[in-house]
Protein backbone atom coordinates (compact mmCIF):
# COMPACT_ATOMS: atom_id res chain seq x y z
CA UNK A 1 0.00 0.00 0.00
CA UNK A 2 1.62 3.39 -0.86
CA UNK A 3 1.38 6.71 0.46
CA UNK A 4 -1.55 8.32 -1.78
CA UNK A 5 -3.41 5.01 -0.75
CA UNK A 6 -2.76 5.48 3.05
CA UNK A 7 -3.61 8.88 3.21
CA UNK A 8 -6.73 8.06 0.84
CA UNK A 9 -7.83 5.37 3.78
CA UNK A 10 -7.10 7.62 6.62
CA UNK A 11 -9.47 10.69 5.20
CA UNK A 12 -12.01 8.31 4.64
CA UNK A 13 -11.92 6.75 8.04
CA UNK A 14 -11.76 10.62 9.78
CA UNK A 15 -13.72 13.12 7.67
CA UNK A 16 -15.98 10.11 5.70
CA UNK A 17 -17.15 8.20 9.11
CA UNK A 18 -17.21 11.57 11.16
CA UNK A 19 -19.29 13.02 8.19
CA UNK A 20 -21.64 10.01 9.25
CA UNK A 21 -21.60 11.17 12.57
CA UNK A 22 -22.20 14.52 12.07
CA UNK A 23 -24.80 13.85 9.73
CA UNK A 24 -26.72 11.74 12.21
CA UNK A 25 -26.27 13.81 15.41
CA UNK A 26 -25.86 17.34 14.59
CA UNK A 27 -27.06 18.15 11.13
CA UNK A 28 -30.73 18.05 12.53
CA UNK A 29 -29.84 21.03 14.48
CA UNK A 30 -29.04 22.67 11.74
CA UNK A 31 -32.37 22.34 10.18
CA UNK A 32 -33.96 25.66 7.95
CA UNK A 33 -37.52 24.58 8.25
CA UNK A 34 -37.27 21.48 6.36
CA UNK A 35 -34.19 21.58 4.68
CA UNK A 36 -30.41 20.10 5.74
CA UNK A 37 -27.58 20.06 3.85
CA UNK A 38 -25.81 16.88 3.14
CA UNK A 39 -21.87 16.99 4.45
CA UNK A 40 -21.39 13.28 4.01
CA UNK A 41 -22.33 14.08 -0.34
CA UNK A 42 -19.57 17.37 0.42
CA UNK A 43 -16.71 15.32 1.79
CA UNK A 44 -17.62 12.71 -0.81
CA UNK A 45 -16.97 15.17 -3.58
CA UNK A 46 -14.03 16.29 -2.21
CA UNK A 47 -12.76 12.66 -1.75
CA UNK A 48 -13.52 12.74 -5.52
CA UNK A 49 -11.85 15.63 -6.60
CA UNK A 50 -8.53 14.85 -4.37
CA UNK A 51 -7.91 11.37 -5.68
CA UNK A 52 -9.77 10.78 -8.87
CA UNK A 53 -13.06 8.79 -10.07
CA UNK A 54 -12.52 5.49 -8.45
CA UNK A 55 -11.32 6.59 -5.26
CA UNK A 56 -14.18 8.98 -5.59
CA UNK A 57 -16.88 6.30 -6.44
CA UNK A 58 -15.54 4.19 -3.30
CA UNK A 59 -15.91 6.56 -1.08
CA UNK A 60 -19.39 7.37 -1.89
CA UNK A 61 -20.48 3.60 -2.29
CA UNK A 62 -19.19 2.82 1.56
CA UNK A 63 -20.49 5.87 3.03
CA UNK A 64 -23.94 5.65 1.22
CA UNK A 65 -24.14 2.03 2.65
CA UNK A 66 -23.53 3.45 6.26
CA UNK A 67 -25.99 6.47 5.94
CA UNK A 68 -28.21 3.80 4.48
CA UNK A 69 -27.37 1.17 7.28
CA UNK A 70 -29.11 3.97 10.22
CA UNK A 71 -32.13 4.83 8.02
CA UNK A 72 -35.20 2.67 8.06
CA UNK A 73 -34.52 2.84 3.86
CA UNK A 74 -33.60 0.24 1.83
CA UNK A 75 -29.56 0.05 2.15
CA UNK A 76 -28.49 1.64 -1.40
CA UNK A 77 -30.64 4.40 -1.88
CA UNK A 78 -27.76 6.82 -0.80
CA UNK A 79 -24.97 4.87 -2.11
CA UNK A 80 -26.13 5.09 -5.42
CA UNK A 81 -25.94 8.57 -6.29
CA UNK A 82 -23.15 9.15 -4.14
CA UNK A 83 -21.28 6.33 -5.93
CA UNK A 84 -22.31 8.43 -9.27
CA UNK A 85 -21.10 11.84 -7.78
CA UNK A 86 -17.72 10.59 -6.77
CA UNK A 87 -17.28 9.15 -10.09
CA UNK A 88 -18.23 12.82 -11.64
CA UNK A 89 -15.85 14.62 -9.10
CA UNK A 90 -12.88 12.65 -9.77
CA UNK A 91 -13.74 13.01 -13.73
CA UNK A 92 -13.34 17.26 -12.83
CA UNK A 93 -10.08 16.53 -12.03
CA UNK A 94 -9.10 15.12 -14.89
CA UNK A 95 -10.92 17.67 -17.12
CA UNK A 96 -9.66 20.58 -15.35
CA UNK A 97 -12.02 22.75 -14.72
CA UNK A 98 -11.70 26.08 -12.69
CA UNK A 99 -13.23 29.40 -11.64
CA UNK A 100 -17.05 30.13 -12.51
CA UNK A 101 -17.17 26.29 -13.91
CA UNK A 102 -16.05 24.80 -10.64
CA UNK A 103 -18.96 26.00 -8.68
CA UNK A 104 -21.28 25.20 -11.40
CA UNK A 105 -20.06 21.18 -11.60
CA UNK A 106 -20.10 20.86 -8.09
CA UNK A 107 -23.86 22.62 -7.87
CA UNK A 108 -24.35 20.25 -10.98
CA UNK A 109 -23.41 16.85 -8.65
CA UNK A 110 -25.32 18.16 -6.24
CA UNK A 111 -28.17 18.72 -8.18
CA UNK A 112 -27.67 15.13 -9.65
CA UNK A 113 -27.41 13.86 -6.13
CA UNK A 114 -30.59 14.72 -5.04
CA UNK A 115 -32.37 14.42 -7.87
CA UNK A 116 -32.07 10.73 -8.26
CA UNK A 117 -32.86 10.32 -4.13
CA UNK A 118 -35.85 12.03 -4.34
CA UNK A 119 -36.23 9.84 -7.56
CA UNK A 120 -36.33 6.99 -5.24
CA UNK A 121 -38.35 8.51 -2.37
CA UNK A 122 -41.06 9.58 -4.84
CA UNK A 123 -41.57 5.71 -5.57
CA UNK A 124 -42.66 5.38 -1.81
CA UNK A 125 -45.11 8.40 -1.94
CA UNK A 126 -48.02 9.28 -3.52
CA UNK A 127 -46.68 12.73 -3.98
CA UNK A 128 -45.82 14.35 -7.23
CA UNK A 129 -42.31 15.05 -8.14
CA UNK A 130 -42.47 18.17 -8.77
CA UNK A 131 -43.57 19.26 -5.64
CA UNK A 132 -40.62 16.98 -4.46
CA UNK A 133 -38.22 19.21 -6.96
CA UNK A 134 -39.16 22.77 -5.70
CA UNK A 135 -39.62 21.71 -1.55
CA UNK A 136 -36.86 19.61 -1.20
CA UNK A 137 -34.35 19.20 -4.23
CA UNK A 138 -33.95 22.85 -4.93
CA UNK A 139 -33.78 23.74 -1.73
CA UNK A 140 -31.19 20.71 -0.39
CA UNK A 141 -29.14 21.96 -3.51
CA UNK A 142 -28.78 25.51 -2.43
CA UNK A 143 -27.74 23.98 1.45
CA UNK A 144 -25.46 21.73 0.57
CA UNK A 145 -23.70 24.00 -1.79
CA UNK A 146 -23.12 26.99 0.50
CA UNK A 147 -21.53 23.94 3.42
CA UNK A 148 -19.62 22.31 0.50
CA UNK A 149 -18.35 25.79 0.20
CA UNK A 150 -17.61 26.12 3.67
CA UNK A 151 -16.43 22.81 4.42
CA UNK A 152 -13.74 22.97 1.69
CA UNK A 153 -12.60 26.27 3.22
CA UNK A 154 -11.61 24.98 6.29
CA UNK A 155 -10.16 21.31 4.91
CA UNK A 156 -8.61 22.84 2.19
CA UNK A 157 -5.05 21.98 3.42
CA UNK A 158 -6.12 18.21 3.71
CA UNK A 159 -8.08 17.84 0.05
CA UNK A 160 -5.02 19.85 -1.75
CA UNK A 161 -2.64 17.85 -3.46
CA UNK A 162 0.87 19.52 -2.57
CA UNK B 1 -6.10 -12.48 -22.80
CA UNK B 2 -4.67 -8.98 -23.03
CA UNK B 3 -7.29 -7.63 -24.92
CA UNK B 4 -9.67 -8.13 -22.18
CA UNK B 5 -6.91 -6.45 -19.96
CA UNK B 6 -6.29 -3.88 -21.93
CA UNK B 7 -9.92 -3.11 -21.74
CA UNK B 8 -10.39 -3.60 -18.09
CA UNK B 9 -7.19 -1.28 -17.66
CA UNK B 10 -8.87 1.64 -19.79
CA UNK B 11 -12.11 1.72 -18.82
CA UNK B 12 -11.31 0.54 -14.97
CA UNK B 13 -12.99 3.80 -13.65
CA UNK B 14 -16.11 3.48 -15.32
CA UNK B 15 -15.92 0.25 -14.71
CA UNK B 16 -15.85 0.46 -11.03
CA UNK B 17 -18.36 2.87 -10.97
CA UNK B 18 -20.34 0.13 -12.62
CA UNK B 19 -19.76 -2.40 -10.07
CA UNK B 20 -21.00 -0.14 -7.33
CA UNK B 21 -24.10 1.10 -9.43
CA UNK B 22 -24.70 -2.60 -9.50
CA UNK B 23 -23.93 -3.76 -6.14
CA UNK B 24 -26.46 -1.13 -4.79
CA UNK B 25 -29.05 -2.17 -7.00
CA UNK B 26 -29.11 -5.55 -5.86
CA UNK B 27 -29.21 -4.10 -2.21
CA UNK B 28 -31.96 -2.00 -3.09
CA UNK B 29 -34.20 -4.99 -4.17
CA UNK B 30 -32.64 -7.25 -1.33
CA UNK B 31 -33.21 -5.06 1.53
CA UNK B 32 -33.89 -7.57 3.69
CA UNK B 33 -31.69 -10.09 2.42
CA UNK B 34 -29.24 -11.60 5.60
CA UNK B 35 -26.06 -10.04 4.31
CA UNK B 36 -27.98 -6.63 4.13
CA UNK B 37 -29.45 -7.18 7.21
CA UNK B 38 -26.11 -8.22 9.26
CA UNK B 39 -24.52 -5.12 7.30
CA UNK B 40 -28.07 -2.83 8.93
CA UNK B 41 -27.17 -4.55 12.60
CA UNK B 42 -23.34 -3.78 13.17
CA UNK B 43 -23.52 -0.48 11.82
CA UNK B 44 -26.76 0.58 14.05
CA UNK B 45 -24.76 -1.41 16.48
CA UNK B 46 -21.46 0.56 16.75
CA UNK B 47 -22.65 4.34 15.53
CA UNK B 48 -25.48 3.29 18.96
CA UNK B 49 -22.34 3.07 21.50
CA UNK B 50 -20.87 6.64 19.37
CA UNK B 51 -24.63 8.24 19.73
CA UNK B 52 -24.90 6.71 24.09
CA UNK B 53 -21.55 8.21 24.64
CA UNK B 54 -22.40 11.80 23.12
CA UNK B 55 -25.44 11.83 24.55
CA UNK B 56 -24.16 10.68 28.22
CA UNK B 57 -21.61 13.72 28.04
CA UNK B 58 -24.86 15.85 26.83
CA UNK B 59 -26.84 14.59 29.62
CA UNK B 60 -24.03 15.05 32.33
CA UNK B 61 -23.67 18.47 31.22
CA UNK B 62 -27.52 19.45 30.94
CA UNK B 63 -28.08 18.11 34.42
CA UNK B 64 -28.22 21.10 36.38
CA UNK B 65 -31.49 22.57 33.89
CA UNK B 66 -33.10 19.08 33.50
CA UNK B 67 -33.13 18.96 37.29
CA UNK B 68 -35.03 22.51 37.48
CA UNK B 69 -37.56 21.46 35.06
CA UNK B 70 -38.07 18.14 36.78
CA UNK B 71 -38.92 19.69 39.80
CA UNK B 72 -41.22 22.47 38.08
CA UNK B 73 -43.02 19.55 36.03
CA UNK B 74 -42.90 17.65 39.46
CA UNK B 75 -44.71 20.26 41.23
CA UNK B 76 -47.32 20.82 38.47
CA UNK B 77 -47.84 16.91 38.24
CA UNK B 78 -48.50 16.53 41.97
CA UNK B 79 -51.18 19.38 41.77
CA UNK B 80 -52.99 17.97 38.93
CA UNK B 81 -52.75 14.15 40.56
CA UNK B 82 -54.89 16.09 43.45
CA UNK B 83 -57.57 17.17 40.91
CA UNK B 84 -57.26 13.52 39.07
CA UNK B 85 -57.53 11.56 42.18
CA UNK B 86 -61.32 12.07 42.81
CA UNK B 87 -62.17 11.44 38.92
CA UNK B 88 -60.22 7.97 39.06
CA UNK B 89 -62.18 6.94 42.74
CA UNK B 90 -65.70 8.09 40.86
CA UNK B 91 -64.55 6.31 37.60
CA UNK B 92 -63.58 2.88 39.21
CA UNK B 93 -66.59 3.38 41.04
CA UNK B 94 -68.74 3.31 37.79
CA UNK B 95 -66.48 1.01 36.31
CA UNK B 96 -67.77 -1.61 38.88
CA UNK B 97 -71.51 -0.36 38.65
CA UNK B 98 -71.43 -1.58 34.93
CA UNK B 99 -68.79 -4.41 35.46
CA UNK B 100 -65.98 -3.14 33.19
CA UNK B 101 -62.26 -4.50 33.46
CA UNK B 102 -59.32 -1.88 33.47
CA UNK B 103 -56.46 -3.97 31.99
CA UNK B 104 -53.79 -1.82 30.15
CA UNK B 105 -52.30 -3.96 27.78
CA UNK B 106 -48.86 -2.70 27.36
CA UNK B 107 -45.62 -1.92 28.79
CA UNK B 108 -44.11 0.79 28.51
CA UNK B 109 -40.09 0.60 27.99
CA UNK B 110 -38.65 4.05 28.05
CA UNK B 111 -35.78 4.90 25.39
CA UNK B 112 -33.46 8.16 24.58
CA UNK B 113 -33.01 9.60 21.28
CA UNK B 114 -29.41 9.58 19.99
CA UNK B 115 -30.04 10.00 17.03
CA UNK B 116 -31.60 10.71 13.19
CA UNK B 117 -31.58 9.35 10.18
CA UNK B 118 -28.58 10.54 8.33
CA UNK B 119 -30.26 11.30 5.07
CA UNK B 120 -31.57 14.55 3.43
CA UNK B 121 -35.49 13.90 4.72
CA UNK B 122 -35.92 12.94 8.50
CA UNK B 123 -37.15 9.25 7.67
CA UNK B 124 -35.70 7.57 11.12
CA UNK B 125 -34.94 8.45 15.01
CA UNK B 126 -31.72 6.34 16.61
CA UNK B 127 -33.20 5.18 19.87
CA UNK B 128 -31.12 3.72 22.90
CA UNK B 129 -32.61 1.71 25.41
CA UNK B 130 -30.78 -0.93 28.50
CA UNK B 131 -34.16 -2.62 27.98
CA UNK B 132 -34.54 -2.90 24.45
CA UNK B 133 -33.66 -6.40 24.57
CA UNK B 134 -37.55 -7.27 25.54
CA UNK B 135 -38.80 -5.06 22.50
CA UNK B 136 -39.71 -6.60 19.15
CA UNK B 137 -39.52 -5.62 15.54
CA UNK B 138 -42.87 -3.20 14.39
CA UNK B 139 -43.34 -2.44 18.32
CA UNK B 140 -45.25 0.94 18.07
CA UNK B 141 -43.24 4.11 19.91
CA UNK B 142 -45.01 6.57 21.36
CA UNK B 143 -44.73 9.50 23.72
CA UNK B 144 -47.25 11.40 26.08
CA UNK B 145 -47.52 14.07 22.95
CA UNK B 146 -48.96 10.78 20.85
CA UNK B 147 -47.42 7.96 18.03
CA UNK B 148 -44.11 8.63 16.86
CA UNK B 149 -43.70 5.34 14.90
CA UNK B 150 -42.90 1.92 14.86
CA UNK B 151 -39.23 -0.10 15.65
CA UNK B 152 -37.98 -1.48 12.25
CA UNK B 153 -34.32 -2.50 13.46
CA UNK B 154 -32.64 -3.82 16.60
CA UNK B 155 -29.41 -4.38 17.01
CA UNK B 156 -27.14 -4.36 20.65
CA UNK B 157 -29.19 -1.29 23.39
CA UNK B 158 -30.14 0.86 19.69
CA UNK B 159 -32.68 0.67 17.34
CA UNK B 160 -34.47 2.70 14.51
CA UNK B 161 -37.57 3.81 14.88
CA UNK B 162 -39.25 4.48 11.58
CA UNK B 163 -41.52 7.81 12.12
CA UNK B 164 -44.94 8.60 10.82
CA UNK B 165 -42.80 11.24 8.11
CA UNK B 166 -41.32 8.15 6.23
CA UNK B 167 -42.42 7.84 3.10
CA UNK B 168 -42.87 4.06 3.05
CA UNK B 169 -45.19 4.49 6.82
CA UNK B 170 -49.05 4.09 6.47
CA UNK B 171 -51.27 4.44 9.67
CA UNK B 172 -54.86 3.74 9.86
CA UNK B 173 -56.75 6.44 11.73
CA UNK B 174 -59.82 7.36 12.65
CA UNK B 175 -61.40 10.89 13.42
CA UNK B 176 -62.36 11.26 16.79
CA UNK B 177 -65.52 13.48 16.18
CA UNK B 178 -67.28 11.63 13.74
CA UNK B 179 -65.59 8.06 14.02
CA UNK B 180 -64.58 7.89 10.30
CA UNK B 181 -61.67 6.18 8.96
CA UNK B 182 -59.11 7.08 6.74
CA UNK B 183 -54.90 6.59 6.25
CA UNK B 184 -52.10 8.53 7.57
CA UNK B 185 -49.08 9.78 5.19
CA UNK B 186 -45.88 11.82 4.24
CA UNK B 187 -47.16 15.05 2.67
CA UNK B 188 -43.32 15.57 1.73
CA UNK B 189 -42.59 18.51 4.05
CA UNK B 190 -43.14 18.43 8.18
CA UNK B 191 -46.92 17.14 7.74
CA UNK B 192 -49.36 14.60 7.33
CA UNK B 193 -52.03 13.69 4.72
CA UNK B 194 -54.92 12.32 5.86
CA UNK B 195 -56.44 9.79 2.75
CA UNK B 196 -59.21 8.49 1.72
CA UNK B 197 -61.31 10.35 3.18
CA UNK B 198 -64.34 10.83 0.81
CA UNK B 199 -65.95 14.33 -0.12
CA UNK B 200 -69.45 13.73 1.04
CA UNK B 201 -67.61 13.09 4.82
CA UNK B 202 -67.54 16.44 6.69
CA UNK B 203 -63.78 17.13 8.05
CA UNK B 204 -63.46 20.22 10.06
CA UNK B 205 -59.95 21.86 10.96
CA UNK B 206 -59.20 20.51 14.87
CA UNK B 207 -60.34 17.38 14.00
CA UNK B 208 -58.27 14.83 16.08
CA UNK B 209 -56.92 11.76 15.06
CA UNK B 210 -56.21 8.61 16.94
CA UNK B 211 -54.93 5.35 15.43
CA UNK B 212 -57.34 3.07 14.79
CA UNK B 213 -56.65 -0.04 15.85
CA UNK B 214 -57.25 -1.90 12.20
CA UNK B 215 -53.23 -2.71 12.74
CA UNK B 216 -51.12 -5.77 13.96
CA UNK B 217 -48.87 -3.19 15.06
CA UNK B 218 -50.16 0.07 16.29
CA UNK B 219 -52.73 -0.09 19.44
CA UNK B 220 -55.95 2.05 19.04
CA UNK B 221 -56.64 5.30 20.58
CA UNK B 222 -53.11 7.05 20.58
CA UNK B 223 -53.37 10.99 19.22
CA UNK B 224 -51.79 10.86 16.24
CA UNK B 225 -52.45 14.50 14.95
CA UNK B 226 -54.59 17.56 14.05
CA UNK B 227 -56.53 18.32 10.95
CA UNK B 228 -55.26 21.78 9.77
CA UNK B 229 -57.04 21.89 6.38
CA UNK B 230 -59.70 20.09 4.20
CA UNK B 231 -60.05 20.34 1.06
CA UNK B 232 -63.06 18.24 -1.42
CA UNK B 233 -61.62 17.73 -4.11
CA UNK B 234 -64.49 18.01 -6.93
CA UNK B 235 -62.54 15.76 -10.00
CA UNK B 236 -61.34 13.42 -6.91
CA UNK B 237 -63.41 10.87 -4.77
CA UNK B 238 -61.56 11.54 -1.75
CA UNK B 239 -60.31 14.95 0.18
CA UNK B 240 -56.96 16.60 0.32
CA UNK B 241 -57.04 16.73 4.38
CA UNK B 242 -53.48 18.42 6.09
CA UNK B 243 -52.96 17.20 9.46
CA UNK B 244 -50.00 18.51 11.98
CA UNK B 245 -48.56 15.58 13.79
CA UNK B 246 -49.57 15.79 17.57
CA UNK B 247 -45.58 15.01 18.04
CA UNK B 248 -42.95 17.55 17.49
CA UNK B 249 -39.94 15.03 16.03
CA UNK B 250 -37.57 17.63 15.66
CA UNK B 251 -37.61 18.25 19.93
CA UNK B 252 -38.09 14.39 20.45
CA UNK B 253 -35.68 13.72 23.73
CA UNK B 254 -37.42 10.43 24.85
CA UNK B 255 -39.83 7.98 24.15
CA UNK B 256 -41.51 5.16 25.15
CA UNK B 257 -41.31 1.90 23.41
CA UNK B 258 -44.62 -0.11 23.57
CA UNK B 259 -44.57 -3.70 24.36
CA UNK B 260 -47.75 -6.16 24.72
CA UNK B 261 -47.79 -7.67 28.13
CA UNK B 262 -47.60 -11.80 27.97
CA UNK B 263 -50.30 -13.03 29.40
Redesign the interface.
Known sequence: MNHEQKYYLTLLIIFGIGS??I???F??YL?I??W?P?F?LVIVLLMGKRF???QG??A??IL?????????????????PK??VG?LS??MRSVGVSGTMYIVWFVLMILIH?II?YS??QF????PFA??LY??VFP?TIYTTLMFFVVSFFLKKYFTED | MSFILQFLSRF??SL??LV??V???????S?DAKI?EG??S???FS?GI??EF?DSISAYLSLREANHKLTEENTRLAYENFQLQDALLENIRLRKLIQFKYKTQYDFIPAKV???????????I?LSSEDIGEVTKNSAVMTSDGLVGKI??LSGNSA???ILL???NRVSVRVQRNRELGMI??????GL?L?YIPNTVEIRPGDVLFTSGYSQIYPPNIKVGTVIQAEINTEQLFQTIQVKPSVNF?TLEEAYILKAEQN
Not at chain 1, 64 to 80: E, N, Q, R, Y
Open positions: VLQSFVPETIRDVGPISSGFGILMDSLTSMPVGISAFSIYGKEVFLKTDLKLSRD | RDTLYLLSFLMIISVLRTTLIVGTIGYSPIDIVTGLVKICQDPNAWDGGNFEN
